[in-house]
């Protein structure tokens, strides 16, 4: 086979490997658009995430307090039943 009668083929080549980097790059750039969208998305949920857990710490410091204040009041009616409470929610310590 001549060096002329092989070009035909060796253009084919050419053009399936050049389809082929195409696809490739095409692949990648794409990737790269999915990953940077799923960053986002992540960053977003990691945000409302951050903002729900402040409120729930917020929430718990508003529900201590209220025990807190719930438990003078209870201490200041009935001591002796407050030692009763704290003996049913805490067996193990003396």
Do not use: C, H
Not at 41 to 53: F, M, P, T
Request: aromatic letters at 4%.
């Amino acid at each position: 086979m001549t060096f002329t009668q092989s070009l035909p083929i060796l253009g084919t080549l050419a053009s399936l490997v050049a389809a082929l980097v195409v696809v490739f790059a095409a692949y990648r750039t794409s990737a790269a658009r999915v990953w940077r969208e799923e960053a986002e998305a992540q960053k977003e949920r990691a945000d409302r995430l951050a903002g729900d857990l402040t409120e729930i710490k917020n929430r718990l410091s508003r529900i201590e307090s209220e025990n807190a204040r719930l438990i003078a009041l209870l201490t200041a009616l009935d001591p002796s039943r407050l030692a009763v409470i704290r003996l049913a929610t805490n067996p193990t310590e003396d």
